[in-house]
């Protein structure tokens, strides 16, 4: 009886021109929890950005080792320069993942870099030589323009009939409008628009798909005329952001529900459902709001959602408002989905849950890794009591953190959690300023993934300022054999 519940749930997910899961072992691995057992990463890829900067370089994609019994531990050991200038790499994704692990021929190969500012999406290939990678092909911005109408596009996901599926937040002229999703087959061509005619979502950001609850779910950060020129609280009276979460069918394309989460889930960023395919909810970090929204399914089949975590708005001084929300930019579930991890990119603290009842969290780490209200800096908490108040972060290897913590990225057995903090370059330049002219860097956080705990590793530190062609902006981290953010499973 269950294998037949799974190859239904297979044989509905992939729709019938697919051939990706035969018995033959693929890519990735057949379980969350197998995935816990998995090696220890040895190499990490990062997007570096030189858009925005006083460099007028390509971005690249750098390759950092971090295999403690190495040599070059905790450095870059080689540069994927791409073709152009002023494309603003951004997230990425990879051509396959264990939602193909049925598939003996797959090959987790190609890591899918879409351009945030210039449309174009890189494909690179990983597997000629995994500590060097190199650019194998790009699709052009003003292609996907002209075949689809999307562009701005942000995340990349792998499909298990071999198709890429990104999410696009809008058109060339960077209207919200033009938000929706780009399918490219497993060569990397333009194949259209995921979703049904008339049922593009509002606003585009993030996504994740739930095979066995035949759903798909994304997220709305706002209209790309709005953000890219850095961020102005009236834009969100406006309504250039978004406050939506967009339910469909899956693998449909249809556009069955939308979620308004209102003022306490303003500008809703990464999404994640619980890693057990079985388990029918998962999380939004809503930005603005510094809440952890969570999405559940009803016994309706109906979805719906409630506030699970709030981080307060601070009291502050010598700031531009007179209260600064933590601004949750980032988040991950650890592959047993016992905990949560966020960082509050304006607060500067990375913070541990525990979701083993996903409703109730409970905190159980915190650590301070820069933020703007810092000691030393010129801005203060004001408690209650009138007191002043002042977080206190430790240096590492000699050198001051800059900026907050932004993209975390978690080791596949949930004990090391790494850390970069440039958001997005013109709102770097807005809020870390200082971070832009000096380069950003990767720590590496220290996990009980059994108790619970965070603390600062002193061990590791990635400074991209000190690159050789200057000092650049490091975004979101990938292993070559997949994580907690890029692999889904049936």
Excluded at 159 to 179: F, H, Q, R, T
Excluded at 325 to 339: A, H, V, Y
Aim: glycine letters at 10%; proline letters at 6%.
């Amino acid at each position: 009886m269950a294998s037949a519940l799974v190859d239904t749930v297979k044989s509905v997910f992939q729709g019938s021109e697919s051939h990706c899961c035969s018995h033959a072992s693929g890519p990735g691995y057949a379980s969350p929890l197998e995935a816990q057992k998995g090696p220890r990463e040895k190499l990490l890829y990062i997007t570096a950005v030189y858009t925005g900067t006083a460099q007028k370089k390509p971005d690249y994609l750098a390759t950092v080792d971090v295999d403690p019994d190495s040599k070059t531990f905790s450095k870059v050991i080689h540069r994927t320069p791409v073709n152009h200038l002023d494309d603003e790499l951004h997230h990425s994704g990879w051509n396959t993942c264990s939602s193909c692990h049925g598939d003996g021929g797959a090959q987790r190969r190609y890591l899918v870099l879409p351009s945030l500012v210039s449309g174009r999406i890189y494909i690179v290939d990983t597997a000629k030589n995994p500590r060097a990678p190199e650019v194998h092909k790009v699709v052009e911005g003003s292609e996907i323009w002209s075949r689809t109408g999307l562009a701005y596009p942000h995340t990349a996901h792998c499909l298990a009939n071999g198709d890429i599926m990104v999410s696009c937040m809008g058109d060339k002229e960077g209207n919200a409008e033009g938000s929706g999703f780009l399918l490219l087959d497993s060569d990397f061509n333009i194949k259209g628009r995921w979703e049904k005619p008339g049922h593009s979502p509002r606003f585009g950001y993030d996504f994740w798909y739930q095979p066995r609850h035949k759903t798909m779910i994304s997220s709305s950060w706002g209209a790309p005329l709005a953000f890219t020129k850095g961020f102005n609280p009236s834009h969100v009276a406006d309504g250039l952001y978004g406050q939506h979460l967009f339910v469909y069918d899956w693998p449909e394309g249809t556009l069955k529900q939308t979620l308004n989460l209102g003022n306490t889930g303003l500008i809703p960023l990464e999404i994640r459902f619980l890693h057990d395919p079985s388990k029918p909810t998962g999380y939004v970090g809503a930005a603005l709001s510094s809440t952890m929204v969570r999405f559940f399914k009803k016994d309706d089949d109906s979805w719906d959602t409630e506030v699970a975590i709030t981080v307060p708005a601070l009291k502050v001084q010598n700031w531009i408002l007179p209260e600064m929300p933590g601004l949750i930019t980032d988040f991950l579930i650890s592959l047993d989905d016992r905990f949560l991890y966020f960082s509050n990119w304006l607060h500067g603290d990375i913070r541990q849950y525990n979701i083993e009842d996903p409703a109730k969290p409970v905190l159980t780490g915190q650590v301070w890794v820069g933020g703007l209200i810092r000691e030393g800096g010129e801005v203060y908490v004001e408690k209650d009591s009138g007191e002043k108040w002042q977080s206190t972060v430790s240096d590492v290897q000699g050198t001051k953190l800059r900026g907050g913590p932004q993209m975390i990225q978690l080791s596949l057995d949930g004990k090391r959690l790494y850390a970069s903090n440039s958001l997005f370059s013109t709102w770097d330049q807005q809020f870390y300023p200082s971070m832009v002219e000096e380069g950003s860097h990767m720590i590496q956080i220290d996990v009980d993934n059994v108790n619970g705990g965070l603390s600062l590793n002193p061990n590791f530190f990635v400074d991209f300022g000190k690159e050789p062609e200057g000092p650049a902006l490091a975004h979101e981290m990938r292993y070559p054999g997949g994580d907690c953010t890029s692999d889904i499973w049936l």
